[in-house]
C-alpha cells in the first residue's frame, strides 16, 4: 500500500470527535454502562440477524420472515435502552437557538424545565402502558408473527420507560447543581 | 380549540429547549386527553399504542443499519484512498482541493445515508488537506459541510426511508432512484460557486506545489471504497436485498476492509462504533415514535381538513401554495432538523398533495432538497456544526461562503420543480 499523501489528523476521528467528549462521561449515579453495553448488544444483533437472513435466502432459497417480528422488538428494544442513554447525556434532537442562549441562570432553568418535562412523558407512558401489558395477560393476546405471549413484548415499555423517566429526573437534579 | 392548544402547546413547549420528542409527545397526550374528557382513562392508552404503532414498522429498521454503516464507513479508511484517487485524477490545478472534496462527499452518498455522518467522513480527511494547501479554515468547512448535503439525496439515504415510512406511495426503491439525478445536479451545482470562489480569492496558492498521488497505485487502493456503492445500490437494483439488508451486507463489508485490508480498525474499535451509532438512531427513533402520538391526535381531532381546506381555497393557485410551502418550510428548517420536520410536517401537508395530485415520489424529492439545503443553512445547520468543528472555526465564520452555495443548489430546487422529470425519469425507467 502507497503511503497516503494526505494523512489524515492526528486527532481520532468518528462520532467521538465529532460530538462534544464531554457529554459521553456525563456523571451519573448508575452507571450508564448498563444501557451502553445492552445498546451494543442489541446493536450486534440486528445486524448478525438480518445479515444471517440474507445468507440463509442465498443458500438454501429459505426465508426465515417470522425473524421480522423479533427484529422490530429488538429495534423498539435499542430505541428505548439507548434513547435512555441519550436522555441522561441530553443529547435529544431540540431546538437550542433560546435555550442555549441568555444568562447563564436562565440556560441552567431552561435545561431543567426540558428534563422535568421528558420525566413527566414517561411517567405518565410508564402508568398507561402498564395499563396495556395488563390487558395483554389479561386477554392472553399472543403475536401475529412467532406466536408467543405479547405481554413478552409490550412489558419492556413500562419497565423502559420507568428507566427512562428516572434518567430525566437524574438529569433534572444534576443541572439544578451549581459548578 | 383543542387544535390550537395542540399547536400553541407544542411550539411553546419546542421553544423553550424540551426536546422535540417529548414536546410532541406531551402536546399529542394532552389534545388526546381534552377531546376525550369523558371517556375511561381520557382516551389515553392511545398514547403508549400509538408509541408502540409509530415504531414497530419493519423498513424503520433501515435507519440504525444505515447509520451504523456510515459509522463504520467514517473510520473504514476509504474517504482518505477515495480522495488521493480523485487527486490523481483532476490534479492539483487551482481550486481543485475544493472539488475533490465535493465528488468525494458525492460518492460517500452512494455509501452512507446521513449528511452529518458524511460530514465527519470527508472534513476527517479533507479540511486538514485544504489547510495545508492555503485554503481558509472557514472555507473548507463550508465546503464539506455543503457538500455532505447531497448525501441524503444520492441514495441510500435515511430521509428517504423516513419519507416512505410516512408515505404509502412512495416506496422506497422509487425514492432512491428519484434521488439519484437531483442529488447528482445539486453536488454540480456547488461545484460552481466554489470553484469561481476559490479562484477569485486566490485561495489554494500552495496546492500546485504538492505532489500528486500516482494514478494506479491510488486506483488500487481506492477500489474497496469504489466498490461498495456498487454493493449497495447493485444489489437492490437486482433484487438480492431489501434496502434493510442492503446496509447490513455493507456493514459487514465495510469492516472487512477497515480491519483486514486498510487495518485502520481494531475489534476494539467496535464498542464505540455500536454504541454511538446506536444512540444515534435511538434518538431518531424516539422522535418517530412519539410522532406518532402526535399525528394520532391531529387526525383524530379532525385538524388536518379544515386547514387543507383553506390552504387549497386561498386563491394562490397551485404554483403559488408551493412556493409558499417552500418558504415556510425553509424558515421551520432553520431550526428544527430534517426527520422531525418530515414527521411533522409529512402528515399535515399530505391532503394537500393529493388535492393536487402531485406524485408524493417526487415530492419527498422536493422536501428532502428542502432538508438538505438546511443542513448547511446557519443557525442550525447539522452538516456544517461538524465540519465547522473539525475545522475549528465558528459556524459566523462560514456565512459568507455557504450564501453562494445555497443560491445554487437552490436553483436545482427550481429546476426540479419546473422539470419534474428529473426526479421521475430514474425510477420509471427501472420500473419502480
Redesign the interface.
Known amino acids: 500500500m502507497t503511503p497516503p499523501l494526505d494523512a489524515p489528523p492526528e486527532t481520532p476521528v468518528g462520532p467521538d470527535a465529532v460530538h462534544d467528549p464531554a457529554d459521553y462521561h456525563e456523571k451519573t449515579v448508575v452507571s450508564l454502562r448498563i444501557e451502553d453495553w445492552l445498546t451494543v448488544i442489541v446493536m450486534g444483533l440486528l445486524a448478525l440477524i438480518t445479515f444471517a437472513n440474507v445468507l440463509v435466502r442465498y443458500f438454501t432459497d429459505q426465508s426465515f420472515a417470522w425473524t421480522e417480528e423479533f427484529s422490530v422488538f429488538l429495534m423498539i428494544v435499542l430505541a428505548l435502552v439507548a434513547g435512555s442513554a441519550s436522555v441522561a447525556r441530553n443529547r435529544q434532537i431540540r431546538i437550542e437557538y433560546f435555550a442555549d442562549g441568555g444568562s447563564a441562570e436562565r440556560q441552567r432553568l431552561l435545561a431543567r424545565f426540558g428534563a422535568f418535562m421528558v420525566f413527566l412523558l414517561f411517567a405518565l407512558m410508564a402508568v398507561l402502558s402498564a395499563r396495556v401489558v395488563y390487558d395483554h395477560i389479561v386477554y392472553g393476546e399472543t403475536t401475529p408473527g412467532i406466536g408467543v405471549p405479547q405481554w413478552w413484548y409490550s412489558i419492556w415499555l413500562p419497565v423502559m420507560s420507568v428507566a427512562i423517566a428516572l434518567r430525566a429526573l437524574g438529569l433534572f437534579v444534576r443541572r439544578g447543581r451549581r459548578s | 380549540m383543542i387544535g390550537t392548544l395542540l399547536f400553541v402547546a407544542f411550539i411553546a413547549?419546542?421553544?423553550?429547549?424540551?426536546?422535540?420528542?417529548?414536546?410532541l409527545?406531551?402536546a399529542g397526550?394532552a389534545a388526546i386527553a381534552l377531546a376525550n374528557a369523558g371517556t375511561q382513562?381520557f382516551g389515553?392508552?392511545a398514547?403508549?399504542?400509538n408509541?408502540?404503532a409509530g415504531?414497530?414498522?419493519?423498513p424503520?429498521?433501515a435507519i440504525?443499519?444505515f447509520v451504523?454503516l456510515g459509522?463504520i464507513f467514517?473510520?473504514s479508511g476509504v474517504a482518505?484512498?477515495l480522495?488521493?484517487f480523485a487527486?490523481a485524477i483532476v490534479g492539483r490545478g487551482p481550486g481543485m482541493l475544493p472539488v475533490v472534496a465535493i465528488v468525494v462527499a458525492m460518492f460517500l452518498g452512494g455509501i452512507s445515508g446521513s449528511g452529518?455522518?458524511n460530514a465527519?467522513?470527508v472534513g476527517?480527511?479533507m479540511?486538514?488537506?485544504m489547510a495545508?494547501a492555503g485554503y481558509p479554515p472557514a472555507f473548507a468547512a463550508s465546503v464539506v459541510g455543503a457538500a455532505a448535503a447531497t448525501d441524503i439525496l444520492i441514495p441510500p439515504s435515511v430521509a428517504f426511508i423516513v419519507y416512505s415510512v410516512l408515505v404509502s406511495g412512495a416506496s422506497v426503491p422509487a425514492l432512491f432512484a428519484a434521488g439519484m439525478i437531483p442529488g447528482v445536479l445539486a453536488g454540480l451545482a456547488l461545484i460552481v460557486p466554489t470553484v469561481w470562489i476559490a479562484r477569485r480569492h486566490g485561495m489554494g496558492q500552495l496546492e500546485a506545489s504538492?505532489?500528486k498521488?500516482?494514478f494506479w497505485?491510488?486506483f488500487r487502493?481506492a477500489i474497496w471504497g469504489l466498490a461498495a456503492p456498487v454493493l449497495i445500490l447493485g444489489g437492490m437494483r437486482a433484487g438480492?436485498?431489501t434496502p434493510?439488508?442492503a446496509a447490513?451486507?455493507a456493514?459487514?463489508y465495510g469492516l472487512f476492509v477497515g480491519m483486514v485490508i486498510?487495518r485502520t480498525m481494531t475489534v476494539r474499535d467496535?464498542?464505540?462504533?455500536?454504541?454511538?451509532?446506536?444512540?444515534?438512531?435511538?434518538?431518531?427513533?424516539?422522535?418517530v415514535?412519539?410522532a406518532g402520538i402526535f399525528a394520532y391526535s391531529l387526525s383524530t381531532l379532525g385538524l388536518i381538513d379544515p386547514v387543507t381546506k383553506a390552504i387549497v381555497n386561498s386563491g394562490l393557485g397551485e404554483y403559488g401554495v408551493l412556493s409558499l410551502l417552500i418558504l415556510m418550510l425553509i424558515v421551520v428548517g432553520m431550526?428544527?432538523?430534517g426527520?422531525?420536520i418530515f414527521l411533522i410536517f409529512v402528515p399535515l401537508l399530505m391532503p394537500i398533495v393529493i388535492h393536487y395530485r402531485w406524485d408524493p415520489v417526487w415530492f419527498g424529492v422536493l422536501l428532502t432538497l428542502k432538508v438538505a439545503l438546511g443542513q448547511f443553512t446557519p443557525?442550525?445547520a447539522v452538516n456544517l456544526m461538524?465540519s465547522c468543528?473539525?475545522a475549528g472555526v465558528r459556524m459566523e465564520e462560514t456565512v459568507r461562503w455557504v450564501g453562494w452555495m445555497l443560491v445554487s443548489m437552490f436553483l436545482v430546487m427550481v429546476l426540479v420543480i419546473v422539470f419534474p422529470e428529473l426526479a421521475l425519469w430514474l425510477p420509471r425507467k427501472l420500473g419502480y
Request: glycine share 6%.
Open positions: 413547549l419546542m421553544l423553550l429547549g424540551v426536546p422535540i420528542g417529548a414536546a409527545g406531551l397526550a382513562w389515553l392508552l398514547v403508549p399504542q408509541f408502540y415504531l414497530g414498522k419493519y424503520l429498521l440504525p443499519m451504523l459509522s467514517d473510520r482518505l484512498r480522495v488521493n487527486i452529518p455522518a465527519a467522513a476527517s480527511v479540511i486538514a488537506a495545508r504538492l505532489p498521488p500516482p497505485a491510488s487502493d438480492w436485498f434493510t439488508e447490513v451486507v456493514v459487514f486498510h467496535l464498542f464505540p462504533i455500536l454504541r454511538e451509532s446506536g444512540e444515534l438512531s435511538a434518538i431518531i427513533l424516539l422522535v415514535a412519539l431550526f428544527l432538523d426527520v422531525s443557525p442550525l461538524v468543528r473539525i
